[in-house]
């Protein structure tokens, strides 16, 4: 079946950077666009970004521009999101998910699905 | 960026009513509003695409309507496993946004 494993839990120093991996399975890894998305204890869902598996290219919310990098390995059906300069602010949940999506009419629907099961990364001194 | 407004914050329920969950965008995503369930220590889960498209395996009481900036979630009688945190999402734009989330509590 279609799935995203994340890779496990991790605790960071300020101002350090965390590498979160993202593992697809069931499908072309080519073919589908990975979003990450993070989620702070008790907070709604907020978007990090994008990347296209057969291309490279990714878009980063505003938010974490300049401290987030996205990148993947074809050889082994990952996407990685690295980020950088860790607060106290950026504990949270951090999820990957698949766009998917249909075209119909000349217009796109697009929506995230899978989700990974979350990564958790505390950052604490 | 687009705005998704959720309301109410918290919708107090009891088992086997109808819940109505409104999430108005602040300009138009057209049709591709999307709506997830989520459930402490679990991922988002998908319900509705397209506005109001069911996602394979979501049972017929949860129902979507709307287009432009006005949508909402109907679940038509509430189950057990239906309390749980409910998300708006926009895949018209860029950057992708999610609205605040809806609490569905048991009354």
């Known amino acids: 079946q279609v799935q995203l494993v994340q890779s496990g839990a991790e605790v960071k120093k300020p101002g350090t950077s965390v590498k979160v991996s993202c593992k697809a399975s069931g499908y072309t890894f080519t073919s589908y666009d990975i979003n990450w998305v993070r989620q702070a204890t008790g907070q709604g869902l907020e978007w990090m970004g994008w990347m296209n598996p057969n291309t490279g290219t990714t878009g980063y919310a505003q938010n974490f521009q300049g401290r987030v990098a996205m990148t993947r390995d074809t050889s082994t059906s990952t996407t990685y999101m690295e980020l950088s300069s860790l607060r106290s602010e950026d504990t949270a949940v951090y999820y990957c998910?698949?766009?998917?999506?249909?075209?119909?009419?000349?217009?796109?629907?697009?929506?995230?699905?899978?989700w990974g099961q979350g990564t958790l990364v505390t950052v604490s001194s | 960026e687009i705005v998704l407004t959720q309301s109410p914050a918290t919708l107090s329920v009891s088992p086997g009513e109808r819940a109505t969950l409104s999430c108005r965008a602040s300009?138009?995503?057209?049709?591709?509003l999307v709506w997830y369930q989520q459930k402490p220590g679990q991922a988002p889960r998908l319900l509705i695409y397209g506005a109001s498209t069911r996602a394979t395996g979501i049972p017929a009481r949860f129902s979507g309507s709307g287009s432009g900036t006005e949508f909402t979630l109907t679940i038509s009688s509430l189950q057990s496993e239906d309390y749980a945190v409910y998300y708006c999402?926009?895949?018209?734009?860029?950057?992708?946004?999610f609205g605040q989330g809806t609490k569905v509590e048991i009354k």
């Open positions: 300009q138009s995503v057209s049709s591709n």
């Open positions: 998910a698949r766009e998917s999506g249909f075209c119909s009419g000349g217009y796109c629907y697009k929506w995230f699905d899978p």
């Open positions: 999402h926009q895949c018209n734009n860029w950057p992708r946004t």
